[in-house]
């Protein structure tokens, strides 16, 4: 068997127990954590949010808790764009619950480089004539 028909059989079969997001909640009973490219520690949240979209009236997307280092408290979040819409918030959270935890897990990587790239966006407007910076000179 080559690689592409091993990876196409891999793909076909069924997921175990704890290796979607619902999965792992439900075999767990808590969300699973993740260390994100930036070093901190990080974990996952389901949300669902009713929108006026009449086609989808819900939105779902999922929040990361950033935590401290030290695992005390949290720190900080980042959140992704809407990954799911349905008509029920049930229907909407069963389809986040479906992503396998690697999905999760670039999910977690799309937002941390979403937040950089706003903080560097941030950082510059400080710095041009008439920001914070520039202001009242």
């Not at 059989?9 to 954590?33: K, S």
């Not at 949300?47 to 030290?70: C, I, N, S």
């Not at 479906?98 to 941030?122: N, Q």
Request: aromatic share 6%.
């Amino acid at each position: 068997m080559s690689d592409a028909e091993h990876r196409a059989d891999a793909a076909a079969q069924p997921l175990p127990g704890d290796a979607t997001l619902g999965g792992y909640l439900r075999v767990h009973d808590r969300p699973p954590a993740y260390e994100g490219s930036d070093g901190h520690p990080y974990t996952v949240s389901i949300e669902v949010e009713r929108t006026a979209d009449l086609r989808g009236p819900y939105a779902g997307y999922l929040v990361f808790p950033r935590w401290a280092r030290t695992g005390v408290g949290i720190v900080g979040h980042v959140e992704t764009r809407t990954l799911a819409q349905g008509s029920t918030r049930e229907e909407t959270s069963e389809r986040l619950e479906g992503m396998s935890l690697l999905d999760v897990r670039e999910a977690l990587e799309e937002a941390i480089r979403g937040r950089a790239a706003a903080d560097r966006d941030e950082a510059d407007d400080d710095t041009r004539p008439g920001g914070p910076q520039g202001a009242g000179s």
